[in-house]
């Protein structure tokens, strides 16, 4: 689904926004401060029913207000739905789809969903593998629809036994119950990652690699490998193994093992390359992957993709932002992009005319004609 219209209530420093969008590019311009951020906050908080800046959803709402509202028309074959979040001050948030309310919050991520580039998305080369771990799952969500049950279940089981091995005093044989459920989903969650790479990401990196003109930016891509270093039992698990780990795990009151220890490894010529990575080449890497993932999901779910690009990389040099423009493109994603000066639109400008430009300044966002763009 695409974005045509967008509405915000009370979200941060945005009072009242109404903008009619593109669909392809959307800029947003303004000084530091402005609330550039703050839009591509609300929509990805539309999608996600929840921040990518902090957890407390309470920071949201406009400081004085006690309700934030964001909704947008989305338009699908010719309909047009109409998509909307509320967020009261207790912290209820409340989705609405064509005016009936949807209690899966996580129902308007699979209506559009949302991939967002941030300056600290490039840290994922090197921060926890809990990142790395997000950016695929992000991908797993959207194209294997069984992954999403199996991950709820894990988690609910993971917990579960997390907080039994806490209590402590707990009977060897209840835990070994426990153990069983969440080996046995914690090898599903596995093999999902591990055939996800396979049947989808690998493919899908060397055919852009393939696709796209061949210059030391891109060439990243070529004979990169990504690995999934899971954090597993053995196959066949045996009651006298499991007792084993149970042990262990009683002495460190977690469960030692399982998808949420798992890393992601990305080896060039069998090496790991994040260690060699400049930031400049984490930059493009990332924009690469990105890319990436977007086809990947559009080619899968025939989806349409909305990507949240927050602060263009200006401390790149011009071959590098330059591909990295043409890369946003090349995903046919469509695209909400923030920047100071409005010198961003003009770059998008010399590949498409399909761009909306709005002024941010103060909380208040103004469309800007072509006219004023370019005079
Ligand atoms: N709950 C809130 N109520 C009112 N104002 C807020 C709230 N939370 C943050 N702000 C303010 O909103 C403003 C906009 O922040 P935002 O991060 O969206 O700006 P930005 O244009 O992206 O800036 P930068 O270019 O520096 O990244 C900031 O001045 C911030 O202090």
Redesign the pocket.
Not at 59 to 63: I, P
């Given at each position: 689904m695409l974005i045509s219209q967008l509405k915000i209530f009370g979200f941060?420093?945005i009072e009242t926004a109404s903008i009619t969008t593109d669909k392809r590019v959307n800029v947003f311009y303004?000084k530091?401060?402005?609330?550039?951020?703050?839009i591509l906050e609300s929509l990805f908080f539309l999608s996600r029913a929840k921040s990518f800046r902090t957890s407390k959803k309470g920071?949201?709402?406009?400081?004085g207000c006690s309700l934030l509202a964001v909704s947008a028309d989305l338009e699908q074959q010719s309909k047009t739905h109409k998509l909307g979040i509320g967020l009261e001050g207790n912290g209820t948030s409340k989705l609405k789809l064509d005016g009936e309310v949807v209690t899966k919050l996580s129902q308007a991520s699979i209506l559009f969903p949302t991939q967002l580039i941030t300056p600290e998305s490039f840290d994922v080369f090197w921060s926890s593998p809990k990142a790395r771990r997000s950016f695929f799952d992000f991908g797993l969500f959207h194209v294997e629809h069984e992954f999403q049950n199996d991950w709820i279940a894990y988690n609910k089981t993971l917990k579960q036994t997390n907080a039994l091995l806490r209590r402590g005093g707990v009977n060897q044989r209840e835990l070994l119950f426990w153990y069983r459920g969440l080996v046995d989903l914690a090898q599903k969650i596995d093999d999902f990652r591990e055939l996800f790479l396979d049947k989808h990401f690998s493919k899908a990196i060397s055919g852009l690699a393939l696709e796209l003109e061949s210059n030391e930016r891109t060439d990243l891509l070529k004979n990169l490998v990504i690995r999934y270093k899971k954090k597993a039992l053995e196959q066949e698990v045996s009651d006298e193994m499991l007792l084993k780990q149970i042990d262990k795990d009683i002495r460190y009151k977690q469960v030692g093992f399982g998808p949420n220890r798992a890393d992601y490894l990305f080896l060039k010529d069998g090496e790991d390359m994040s260690s060699r990575l400049s930031r400049g080449q984490a930059k493009m890497l990332f924009y690469l992957l990105v890319v990436a993932m977007v086809n990947i999901i559009k080619q899968t779910t025939k989806k349409n993709i909305l990507l949240l690009v927050d602060?263009l990389p200006s401390e790149v040099d011009q071959q590098t932002r330059q591909t990295m423009l043409e890369m946003l493109l090349h995903s046919q994603a469509q695209i909400f992009v923030?920047g100071?000066e409005n010198n961003i639109a003009r770059e998008f400008m010399n590949y498409t005319d399909s761009v909306n430009v709005f002024h941010?300044e103060h909380g208040t966002v103004r469309q800007e004609s072509m006219e004023q763009i370019c005079p």
């Open positions: 941060r420093n303004g530091n401060g402005s609330g550039k951020t703050s920071e949201l709402l406009k400081d602060d923030t100071i941010v």
